[in-house]
């Protein structure tokens, strides 16, 4: 079994999944990412030891494809982190943003945890994570097939947990509104804000901090953590 294994870290080529990759980068841990679109980020990571792959996860064949290329890359992940994300507006008219959803967010997990299994096996340590959305607690009217496929996310957490135990862990991360966009007006901020009781927008850190906490915990498979600042208690 390898100590030096990868931790492929999906969508991580921007705001929070790029904060990720920096900051186990600094931990001097090794690392495969996916990522959809070219970014001049994506040269830099490269320069820096990042293997990278891109990848379109809203079709099977693409998911399909990403795993082939990625078992050609490695023999062993020390984990997998589920970050990319897809949020298409919805004009409930077709179902071509719920089934790219549902395919980023639900299928290419599913697959990629049932073919990359037998990589995770052979880290000494191994972990899934699935960064989900605290919308899923309450459900949304305004983003229903987002919100949907989200949830169906949570739950391949607790199946795959009772599926790959006991040798590798498998837990999800719930946030809510962690990082502004940069022309986010201070009406929206204030309104952001004011919606947990922790009354702040926190940043990517926070889940640096989570993924950590779960990578480095022997004891703790099919969780949600939830990270949300004290949202429900409003």
Known sequence: ???????????????????????????????????????PKIDELRLLGVQCIQADFSTEQGILDFIKQLKALTPSLRAI???????LAEDGCTADA????????VLAPYLMNTHCAALLQQSA?????HITDDVTRRGSAKRIAYSASKAGLDNLTLSFAARL???????SVAPALIMLQPDDDEEYQRR????SVMGTVPGPE????????LLDTPYITGTTL???????LK
């Open 1 to 39: 079994m390898s100590e030096q294994a990868p931790i492929l870290i999906t969508g991580a080529s921007q705001r929070l999944g790029l904060h990720c990759v920096q900051r186990f980068l600094e931990a001097g841990q090794s690392l495969i990412i996916s990522y959809r679109q070219d970014r």
């Open 81 to 87: 982190i589920h970050n990319a994300s897809l949020w």
């Open 98 to 105: 719920f089934t790219q959803m549902h395919n980023v967010h």
């Open 125 to 129: 340590q191994a972990d899934i994570i």
């Open 165 to 171: 135990a006991p040798h590798i862990k498998v837990n």
């Open 192 to 195: 952001a804000t004011a919606k």
């Open 206 to 213: 926070v889940i640096y901090q989570s993924l950590r906490y």
């Open 226 to 232: 939830t990270v949300n600042g004290g949202r429900h």
